[in-house]
């Protein structure tokens, strides 16, 4: 598995967590519990540079983020997406409109696979639709 890879997956993994506890989106609040969820987990150090990147971007452009996803998602309410879903395409929007050396097929590919380990099997083409539509939307 690459380091982007990883850091991805540490980016779900303490969105979802962030997400579940409803905790506070200003950057203190998620520098904090992201030292907390550091210290609490074993955290490949070199998944960490980009996997903090990730986040706090996330975290920083987070309306912006999911008015593009309720844009192209049809007949789906943001927070009403699966926990797991949701933040899987706020990673891949993120890398899409904000991350210059993440070329689109991959942050969609990325999604999709990391959709098969840690989403259910209908996910899949979901999350595909919905990058597909915003792919098409951004800006080249």
Same mark, same amino acid.
């Given at each position: 598995?690459? @380091?982007?890879?990883?850091?991805?997956? @540490?980016? &779900?993994?303490? &969105? %979802?967590? $962030?997400?579940?506890?409803?905790?506070?989106?200003? *950057?203190?609040a998620? !520098?904090? #519990?992201f030292?907390?969820?550091?210290?609490?987990?074993?955290i490949?150090?070199? !998944?960490?540079?980009?996997?903090?990147q &990730?986040?706090?971007?996330?975290? /920083? $452009?987070?309306?912006?983020? #999911?008015?593009?996803?309720?844009?192209?998602? $049809?007949?789906?309410?943001?927070?009403?997406?699966?926990?797991?879903?949701?933040?899987i &395409?706020?990673?891949?929007? %993120?890398?899409?409109?904000?991350? =210059? =050396?993440? *070329?689109? /097929?991959?942050?969609?590919?990325e !999604?999709?696979?990391?959709?098969?380990?840690?989403?259910?099997? =209908?996910?899949?083409? %979901?999350?595909?639709?919905?990058? =597909?539509?915003? /792919?098409? !939307?951004?800006?080249?």
């Amino acid at each position: 598995m690459g @380091l982007r890879r990883k850091s991805r997956e @540490l980016a &779900l993994q303490f &969105l %979802f967590s $962030h997400d579940f506890q409803e905790s506070s989106d200003s *950057p203190e609040a998620v !520098a904090l #519990d992201f030292d907390l969820f550091c210290q609490a987990f074993d955290i490949g150090e070199k !998944a960490l540079p980009y996997g903090r990147q &990730l986040i706090e971007g996330i975290c /920083q $452009h987070l309306v912006e983020i #999911d008015n593009l996803l309720a844009a192209h998602s $049809h007949n789906w309410r943001v927070e009403r997406m699966s926990l797991v879903d949701r933040n899987i &395409l706020r990673i891949a929007v %993120f890398e899409l409109q904000y991350i =210059d =050396d993440a *070329p689109a /097929q991959v942050a969609i590919n990325e !999604a999709l696979e990391i959709a098969k380990r840690y989403s259910i099997e =209908d996910s899949v083409s %979901f999350i595909n639709g919905i990058l =597909d539509a915003v /792919q098409i !939307a951004l800006p080249k």
